[in-house]
């Protein structure tokens, strides 16, 4: 390529141009949605208690799933009237055929409770949404529904979307009611109503019909749309009258059994979630979206307001800011360093390297199918100041070489040739290094694996530059003449670069080979100090960077049971003291919107806060103040604060607890509860027992037998009374509705003086259900989990990181709570949860992949080397860098993450690269002749200068990132710390500990 600068422009034309027109077809998506290894199983039985879904429907499930060889895990989540079970596959399954099989296998069961809906059996997505629009106002519930259906309809027809869903509302229902004086004054009964209108709510087509005059298709019509034709069908014909159903019945639309559970702006409210189709621009298509919903708001009427909740295009548009703005700042500030040391056209054209690596990878992308999302952004910003490690070496090489007179094209050939094994080597042990993300299971490995295709991807474009076409870019490179300010500052640079080569390190090279043990020792000790600092719990560690979030929610759990009057005065109260510690902290103008959630015995109330440069306040300062106006609060359960980016927030304490005696997992809950509690620092606690609600247990007496009862038939009876039953479902405006039938809610009452509630018989014969029922007065349990076939309780907590070590924290939960409570109680089976669950699946992946690239490495340097031993020599620095990134974070206050992790995953290919090239050149000079220690100290005099650039220039690159203070910014800081500190380190261990190491090690290297 050297003596073809046409072959070498054109395949960097080539290069630059199908990464440019390629980035339009890759697919871009704010977060990651991928495909995970898990089939869900809903199942669906409206008014049956937790135990009845338990008994009736999750045992079968669990009877014909538990053991089966597609099944890794198989967990439960068991509600009043709902349950979901979720399996987790091995990893060597194919979901679709999994899910064919598992859906025949449901199907096959005759066990179900016959009033139960479909059960729905799907592959879990995981999908991220792009935006969320709340429609709020003073309106009814029907009103609100009606705006939202139209909206979402919209929506769905005139933007790029996958599809838009409400929340905030239940499912739409028409509910038909009737008064018992109704029934008694025709003498009908809730099945003659129901089986009129079953006659009557579908279209039933007759067929086809051939005529003379062609084909004539024949239906009957009988479907419904609205609440009118619902009113007008005939129910029974009475004196030649007809009776219709809107003359004995009321007819409403409903939302479930909630009253209006969400509200906005103290207002009622809807949220309308959209999905960016495959192949939409997020940053594109949220612009538009945001401008119908302004040309929309002209359209609805005045008391109805549209305000944008979230948008993650947002966060994603400020991640590709924040890589463009860093790497082009971080490019400059490489530039200026290397121009620092070596000629500016060099400098310049090693720093373009950068962007022809990005720009490459970029053309790459739609091969290996990478999508462009918040975490292979992390591939770009990882590499940033990786990229020119390799273009230096070459340069520099180059570069000495025409220092000492040699010609030009002969400098670029040697140059090119005596680094193209090492800097091929150098770049496959980078990718080597990254090799253990790919062993990462789960979800997590499904995330990180497109990122890590697209390091490689770097790597190899990096790898094509640096041999190919940056050798052609210096064929114009001559010994400097010094006509300019800039060049004679420059080789005034240079000059004192070379006098602390010459005399300073030349000198300490000397007695570092003088006393090589010595040094070693120094660096060992160092490095045992900094990881037993670590290792002591003075250092906090988290799976996931903790970082404060806009978003700051009370999560509220109530006794079950509660009124909602109460339950809704409590809601209220909470959301004042919110107002309250904002005036305290002088931000009542500090937020954006809030939100109010209440569901059942949980509840939230969301305050969203304006950026943090726009408020004196930091979340932390927010969340303390609204703890301290809330107080105690009588009829609350608990109350958790979750201020915090992503799932989980604060509650780093995750403990699941299993058992088969229900009252026995009760008391060992209760009692892991009070020890955590008594923990310093450990605030929030909570389980997921809950409290009863009363049951009332029906039995058919000896009477209700006679009379023709059953268990079957009461329960239905009693159902149909008080909660309904189900007459039909059809879609209307896009949606599901069910059609309900029952009791108008005057009856409800009765409930607490049951006996009294009179009933029908088979007979037809009006009877109290005293009389035909024995009635025994329980409590219910409202909810169950279950994991692999045995209940457990979940036990949540949060630390306080401002008063306590969350690492310390787990490790006495670990060490000393969990071993003396499996003690206590003889089968009680304890987990870790949460991060720390993930954690742990992660870490053996992990230590085995490292272990495999670890293997790679010094395989392909032993066999490069022909040595046994010079490969150790080369791989034993990583451990020594590694505790400059621990102390990196130690000094800056920054915790441990799986970010951090990252760092050093390219910090050890970055320092492997520069012991492994000092070695090559010591083993060149042996063989050119010189002794061992010759070889060792012209070598270590050699590689100074690209040492130290290349430090520099990785840590330089990376000096942006970290004095971002960006919400963005701050999931990358500890991958930065870790690099940054690291490979400034790094110039010691390369320039000191490796001589240190190749002198002790000599008579082997000889040998």
């Known amino acids: 390529m050297i003596d073809n600068p046409v072959a070498t422009n054109l395949l960097t034309v080539v290069i630059l141009l199908v990464g440019l027109l390629s980035f339009s077809s890759i697919q871009q998506e704010t977060s990651p949605s991928f495909k995970v290894n898990e089939i869900e199983i809903i199942a669906s039985y409206p008014g049956a208690t937790a135990q009845d879904m338990e008994q009736s429907i999750v045992l079968a499930i669990e009877q014909l799933l538990l053991n089966h060889s597609y099944v890794d895990e198989l967990s439960a989540q068991i509600e009043e009237g709902d349950a979901k079970v979720t399996l987790s596959l091995h990893d060597w399954v194919n979901r679709e055929s999994a899910l064919n099989e598992i859906k025949n296998a449901i199907d096959r069961v005759s066990t179900f409770p016959k009033q139960m809906e479909p059960i729905i059996v799907s592959l879990v997505q995981e999908e991220d949404s792009l935006i969320e629009i709340g429609l709020h106002g003073n309106v009814s519930p029907l009103t609100l529904y009606y705006h939202a259906q139209r909206l979402k309809n919209a929506m769905a027809s005139e933007l790029d979307v996958s599809k838009v869903i409400l929340e905030g509302q239940g499912s739409a229902e028409i509910v038909i009611e009737v008064k018992e004086m109704v029934l008694r004054q025709y003498d009908i009964s809730l099945a003659d109503i129901s089986a009129a209108l079953t006659r009557n709510l579908t279209d039933v087509p007759v067929g086809n019909v051939a005529t003379n005059g062609g084909d004539i298709v024949i239906r009957t019509l009988g479907r419904a749309n609205n609440l009118d034709d619902f009113s007008n069908i005939s129910i029974i014909n009475q004196d030649n009258h007809s009776i219709l159903l809107g003359d004995i019945a009321d007819l409403n639309y409903e939302f479930g059994e909630n009253i209006q559970p969400f509200m906005l702006n103290s207002q009622p409210g809807i949220v309308l979630i959209a999905y960016q189709d495959t192949f939409a621009k997020p940053v594109e298509l949220s612009a538009e979206i945001v401008e119908f919903i302004n040309e929309y708001q002209e359209n609805i009427p005045e008391n109805l307001t549209l305000t944008v909740l979230q948008d993650e295009a947002e966060d994603y548009q400020k991640r590709i800011a924040l890589l463009f703005e860093n790497g082009l700042i971080g490019m400059l500030l490489i530039m200026f360093v290397l121009a620092m040391f070596v000629d500016i056209r060099l400098a310049f054209w090693v720093s373009m390297s950068i962007p022809v690596a990005i720009i490459g990878a970029l053309g790459l992308m739609p091969l290996l199918s990478l999508p462009i999302n918040m975490i292979t952004l992390f591939a770009f910003i990882i590499t940033l100041g990786i990229l020119v490690d390799d273009s230096v070496v070459v340069a520099e090489n180059i570069h000495q070489k025409v220092l000492q007179g040699i010609e030009i094209k002969t400098a670029l050939k040697d140059g090119v040739g005596e680094m193209a094994m090492p800097i091929i080597i150098s770049v496959a042990t980078n990718m080597i290094a990254f090799l253990p993300v790919l062993f990462v299971p789960g979800e997590l490995g499904v995330m990180f694996k497109p990122m890590t295709m697209l390091i490689f991807a770097i790597f190899f474009v990096s790898l094509i530059e640096a041999l190919f076409i940056l050798p052609h870019h210096l064929s114009g490179l001559k010994p400097k003449v010094n006509t300019t300010l800039v060049m004679r500052w420059q080789q005034a640079s240079v000059n004192s670069f070379n006098i602390l080569k010459s005399r300073y390190y030349a000198a300490l090279l000397k007695k570092v080979m003088a006393q090589p043990i010595l040094v070693i020792t120094i660096f060992v000790a160092i490095t045992s100090v900094i990881f037993s600092w670590t290792l002591s719990d003075r250092v906090d560690q988290s799976f996931v960077p903790k970082i404060e979030s806009t978003r700051i929610d009370a999560e509220i759990e109530f006794p079950s049971g509660l009124p909602y009057q109460q339950k809704s005065d409590i809601v209220n109260y909470i959301q004042d003291a919110g107002y309250k510690a904002l005036n305290k902290l002088d931000g009542i103008n500090a937020h954006k919107y809030v939100m109010q959630d209440l569901i059942a015995s949980e509840a939230s109330v969301t305050f969203r806060l304006v950026s943090d440069d726009l408020r ?173 076939g045995n209940q457990f309780v979940e036990i949540t907590g949060s630390v306080l990181r401002q008063t306590a070590s969350a690492t310390a924290v787990m490790n006495r939960i670990e060490l000393d709570l969990i071993p003396a409570l499996v003690e206590e109680f003889d089968g009680l089976s304890v987990e870790l949860g949460g991060s720390a669950r993930v954690e742990s699946k992660v870490n053996m992946p992990l230590i085995y992949g490292a272990l495999i690239s670890l293997a790679l ?70 063989k050119r002749g010189d002794d061992l220690m010759t070889s060792i100290e012209q070598a270590a005099l050699s590689r100074f200068r690209p040492v130290i650039i290349t430090a520099i220039t990785t840590a330089v690159g990376l000096i942006p990132l970290l004095f971002e203070t960006s919400t963005q910014a701050l999931y990358l800081i500890p991958m930065a710390i870790s690099l940054s500190f690291g490979t400034i380190f790094s110039i010691a261990t390369i320039l000191l500990l490796s001589p240190a190491l190749f002198v002790v090690a000599k008579k082997k290297l000889t040998a």
């Open 616 to 788: 004196t306040f930091s979340a932390l300062d927010f969340v303390d103040a609204w703890r301290n106006k809330i107080g105690p609060v009588a009829g609350v359960k608990s109350i958790f604060f979750d201020y915090q980016v992503g799932p989980g927030g604060g509650q780093e304490i995750v403990i699941e607890l299993g058992h088969q005696n229900s009252q026995i997992l009760a008391n060992a809950s209760k009692k892991m509860m009070k020890k955590l509690s008594n923990i310093s620092g450990v605030a929030d606690v909570d389980s997921a027992l809950v409290d009863g609600k009363p049951e009332l247990d029906l039995t058919v007496n000896q009477l209700g037998k006679s009379l023709g009862f059953d268990s079957d038939s009461l329960g239905q009876t009693v159902r149909s009374i008080f909660y309904g039953d189900i007459l039909h479902r059809q879609i209307i405006d896009g949606d599901e509705v069910k059609i309900k039938l029952r009791m108008d809610k005057d009856i409800r009452p009765f409930a607490t003086h049951i006996n009294d509630l009179i009933i029908t018989s088979p007979s037809g014969q009006g009877i109290p259900l005293g009389e035909v029922a024995n009635i025994n007065h329980t409590i219910a349990t409202t909810a169950i989990d279950r994991l692999d």
């Open 857 to 926: 490495i010094y395989a392909i340097l032993a066999i490069y080397f022909k040595s046994y031993l010079a490969p150790l020599l080369v791989i034993v620095v990583i451990p020594f860098c590694l505790s400059a990134a621990l102390l990196g974070h130690i000094l800056l206050g920054v915790d441990l993450s799986v970010m951090s992790l990252f760092g050093m995953i390219a910090l050890a290919g970055l320092v492997i690269n520069g012991a492994f090239v000092m070695l090559v050149q010591i083993n060149l000079a042996i």
